[in-house]
């Protein structure tokens, strides 16, 4: 049974920083992809990072790009989003995703966490 557990959402005022977590286990990853949504209230969930779980590539939505780092510890199996410079428009909940390709859409992701609050206040 494959569980993805996110952690380490908060409340942070705009300039800081958070780091989340997603704790993988259930099946071997090597070979998939790991990717963060993010969903504010009233709006689509939407592509934030992604990551190669064997390679390393990673790939970025345009609006955190340069702000966010995404990145993955295999001997834990757990893949991590830095976040720094968080502003406002960052809120929302975050999504820990698996999936065989690379890809920036939900739909290529088959395996999704329950999510974690992250709130950036002005």
């Known amino acids: 049974q494959v569980q993805l557990v996110e952690s380490g959402g908060g409340l942070v005022q705009a300039g800081e920083s958070l780091r989340l977590s997603c704790a993988a286990s259930g099946r071997t990853f090597s070979g998939y992809a790991m990717g963060w949504f993010r969903q504010a209230p009233g709006k689509e969930r939407e592509f934030v990072a992604a990551?190669?779980?064997?390679?390393?590539?990673?790939v970025y939505a345009v609006s955190v790009k340069g702000r966010f780092t995404i990145s993955r510890d295999s001997a834990k199996s757990t893949v991590y989003l830095q976040m720094n410079s968080l502003k406002p428009e960052d809120t929302a909940v975050y999504y820990c995703?698996?999936?065989?390709?690379?890809?920036?859409?939900?739909?290529?992701?088959?395996?999704w966490g329950q999510g974690t609050q992250v709130t950036v206040s002005s």
């Open positions: 995703a698996a999936g065989r390709v690379l890809a920036q859409t939900i739909n290529q992701y088959s395996y």
């Open positions: 990551i190669s779980w064997t390679v390393g590539m990673t």
